[in-house]
């Protein structure tokens, strides 16, 4: 056990505190949205609303969207090396992916945030079953793909 | 106009916040959900540090009558566990699995010129629309 543990904070690229300030962050977006706007952050959710909810709804979520994308631009240009981009990726594999998370958290009526931040922070037990259902799913697609495929 | 501020401010942060957390990196991600390889932690923190911060703010929020900007909450009355949440979920977790990138990533990547993420954000858009189809389908 101890072992594993110090395996664990051996493996390169370990990066606790980035990983918490940044966490800390998405916590304090969503407190915002829920606060003034009694929202709860939740990306597919506000994704999916972009085209069908009501006119009058459509506009927060624009601009929530693109904040989102103004916040990556800041970032980089602040630290233009932390996010190193893959290469090489097949580009059908992240079509498939992107249609099966497409699916997925409409049928699912969410994703990580609004079911594994908001949801769980609202102590829902959808969002708690949710969450630990796509976090498996994710965990045995990955060791599929990479250690039996 | 003061919520489409909010909007936008609580954008921004989430941007950012995603970005230094690293979630938008899919190398993460999938080092992170590679828990019989070699299993890097880190991303867990992002959860720790959003429900810290969370979990507590939301009990205060959530004492007050109404939100600042608003007449009221919007917030999900549903309790069930039902098929369409545990399957949508795992189908989730399937396509989070395959591509290395959640919807949000998907959307800041757009900010940082990722041709991986413009792909994402598109494909995810076409999923909406099948289920919405196929939803129509059977019902």
Redesign the interface.
């Known amino acids: 056990m101890f072992i594993n543990l110090v395996q664990?904070f051996l493996?390169e690229?370990?990066?606790?505190?980035?990983?918490?300030?940044?966490?800390?962050?998405?916590?304090?977006?969503?407190?915002?949205?829920?606060?003034?706007?009694?929202?709860?952050?939740g990306?597919?959710g506000i994704?999916?609303g972009l085209?069908n909810a009501p006119q009058d709804e459509r506009?927060?979520?624009f601009?929530?969207?693109?904040?989102?994308?103004?916040?990556?631009?800041?970032?980089?240009q602040i630290m233009p090396d932390?996010?190193?981009?893959?290469q090489g990726?097949p580009?059908w594999?992240?079509?498939?992916?992107?249609?099966?998370?497409?699916?997925?958290?409409?049928?699912?009526?969410g994703?990580?945030?609004g079911?594994?931040?908001?949801?769980?922070?609202?102590l829902?037990?959808?969002s708690i079953?949710?969450?630990l259902?796509?976090?498996?799913?994710?965990?045995?697609?990955?060791?599929v793909?990479?250690?039996v495929l | 106009m003061?919520?489409?501020f909010?909007?936008?401010?609580?954008?921004?942060?989430?941007?950012?916040?995603?970005?230094?957390?690293?979630?938008?990196?899919?190398?993460?991600v999938?080092?992170f959900?590679?828990?019989?390889?070699?299993?890097?932690?880190?991303?867990?923190?992002?959860?720790?540090?959003?429900?810290?911060?969370?979990?507590i703010?939301?009990r205060l929020?959530?004492k007050?009558p109404?939100?600042?900007?608003?007449q009221?909450?919007?917030?999900?009355a549903?309790?069930?566990?039902d098929k369409?949440?545990?399957?949508?979920?795992?189908?989730?977790?399937?396509?989070?699995?395959?591509?290395?990138?959640?919807?949000?990533p998907?959307?800041?990547?757009?900010?940082?010129g990722?041709?991986?993420a413009l792909?994402?954000?598109?494909?995810?858009?076409?999923?909406?629309?099948?289920?919405?189809w196929?939803g129509k389908i059977i019902s």
């Open positions: 664990v493996v690229n370990f990066t606790p505190y980035s990983a918490l300030l940044g966490g800390a962050l998405i916590g304090l977006s969503v407190t915002l949205l829920l606060l003034f706007n009694g929202r709860m952050a990306i597919s994704m999916k085209f506009v927060w979520r601009t929530f969207l693109c904040g989102l994308i103004i916040g990556a631009i800041i970032f980089q932390f996010v190193v981009p893959r990726y580009l594999l992240m079509a498939l992916g992107g249609f099966f998370v497409g699916i997925g958290t409409r049928l699912g009526n994703c990580t945030s079911h594994g931040i908001c949801g769980i922070a609202n829902s037990k959808r079953f949710a969450t259902t796509f976090m498996g799913f994710g965990m045995l697609t990955v060791y793909i990479r250690h | 003061k919520k489409i909010i909007a936008l401010l609580s954008g921004i942060i989430f941007g950012l916040g995603l970005s230094l957390s690293q979630m938008v990196n899919p190398d993460k999938i080092a959900l590679d828990v019989f390889g070699q299993w890097d932690p880190s991303l867990a923190f992002v959860m720790i540090g959003a429900l810290l911060v969370s979990f703010s939301f929020v959530l007050r109404e939100p600042i900007l608003e009221s909450f919007h917030l999900s549903r309790k069930d566990i369409a949440l545990l399957t949508g979920a795992a189908m989730f977790g399937i396509g989070w699995g395959i591509s290395g990138f959640c919807p949000g998907a959307i800041a990547g757009l900010g940082m990722n041709i991986e792909v994402m954000v598109v494909s995810i858009y076409a999923g909406f629309f099948f289920q919405r196929l």
